[in-house]
C-alpha cells in the first residue's frame, strides 16, 4: 500500500512537471543532451542535485 502511494505521488509530480513546461512553451536536456518537453522526474531531481 505504501509503494502504491508513492508511485502515486511520483507520477502526480511527474505530470504537473510536464504541464508546466508545456504551459511554458519550455525543454529541457536530457542525459544525452538532447532537448525534450517530457523529462522524467529522476532526471529533473538529478539536475538539482
Known sequence: MV???CLL????GQRVLC???KRG???IQ???GKST???TL???FQCFM
Open 3 to 5: 509503494m502504491g502511494l
Open 9 to 12: 505521488v511520483y507520477s502526480l
Open 19 to 21: 504541464q508546466s513546461l
Open 25 to 27: 512553451s519550455q525543454i
Open 30 to 32: 536530457n542525459q544525452l
Open 37 to 39: 518537453a517530457t523529462p
Open 42 to 44: 529522476h532526471w529533473v
